[in-house]
Every structure is written in C-alpha cells, then in structure tokens.
C-alpha cells in the first residue's frame, strides 16, 4: 500500500495504519532527525532516536492536517522535529538563567552546529517571516530543517522550480539579516 494512503488512514485514527507505516518511512524520519541534531552545538539532550519517537508520538496524535503526499508528510515531521528542538534550546536557556554561574563554552565552534541562542533567534525570525510571507517562511522549513531540494519542495506547495528557488533565495537573504542583527547569525 503506498505510504500517502497509510498516513490518510492515520489520520482517520486507524492503529493498523500506524504499525504498518513505521517501518516505511522511520529510515527517512531518521536522517531528518539526524540532520537538526546536527546543527545544535553543545552536548545534545536527545539522541537520533529519541527525536524521531517524539515527533512520530506528534504526528500520529493526529492533530494534523491530512497529508496530500509523502512529502508533506515529511515536511510536518521536519517542522515538529525543529518544534521539539526550539522547546529543548528554551529550556535550557531558562535552566542557565536560573544556574549560579552560568559556564563559559570552551569547545570550539562548529560550523554545521547551532547554539541555543541561534535556534531560538531562527525560530524567532521564521515566526516574523512567516507573519509576513507564509510561503517564504515555508521554502525556509522545507530546504533547512527538512532537507528538501528545490525540486521537492516545488513538488509538495505545486510551484514551480523557478518560483521555489526564486523565493527560497530571497527567504535565505532575509534570514541571514534578521538572525544577524540580533546577534546570532547562523553559520
């Protein structure tokens, strides 16, 4: 059965559906996964598969929107799994402003690692964008945290290539500006 018809039936609240479509898509849920955990910088408070158990707990609550395909399926897992992350750089921002001595960092930085800070500076910034252009904001979702190609992404919002990178660029740029003047640019 393909994998779009299971995630409909999911959403209908069928537990069959469910079991059969784990194995069919954790493989991809994993590298989306690995791929945020990626970015953060500091010791990581969840693991691979730890990431991808929450936000499949998420996405099989149903409080979704039907899935139209497999990659709008993987687009919303993608923004879940960032979702999951903003929550964890919160909480351990707020656990360091309530520490005694907050402790310098003296590893050296990474360029494909995010801190805390520059998550939630991001995520702040999508919110903005996303208030201002909703596609933009998305195209950032998509290629960032979910890894999309341009392709893939004009595929799931039945765009154009063109259009898709177009804006994807301008979204980038508007990024880089925004995350920069709070001071947390990304790398």
Not at 43 to 49: G, H, L, N
Request: overall charge neutral; charged content about 30%; some cysteine.
């Amino acid at each position: 059965m393909e994998i779009t018809q299971l995630l409909q039936r999911i959403q209908t609240g069928d537990r069959e559906a469910l079991n059969e479509v784990i194995p069919l898509v954790y493989a991809e849920l994993k590298k989306l996964a690995s791929a945020h955990l990626r970015r953060e910088s500091g010791p990581v408070a969840m693991e691979t598969t730890a990431l991808v158990h929450e936000a499949f707990l998420r996405l099989a609550g149903g409080r979704h929107p039907s899935y139209e395909n497999r990659s709008h399926f993987y687009g919303i897992a993608s923004r879940l799994m960032r979702q999951i992350l903003v929550e964890m750089a919160r909480a351990r921002t707020t656990e360091k402003r309530c520490a005694p001595e907050e402790q310098l960092r003296t590893d050296h930085p990474d360029v494909d690692r995010l801190s805390d800070r520059t998550v939630l500076a991001i995520d702040d910034a999508l919110t903005r964008l996303a208030s201002e252009d909703e596609l933009k904001a998305q195209l950032i979702e998509m290629r960032y945290f979910g890894g999309m190609t341009a392709e893939e992404s004009a595929e799931t919002l039945s765009l154009s290539v063109h259009i898709v990178r177009r804006n994807l660029r301008l979204a980038q740029a508007w990024l880089r500006r925004e995350v920069a003047g709070m001071g947390a640019a990304p790398k």
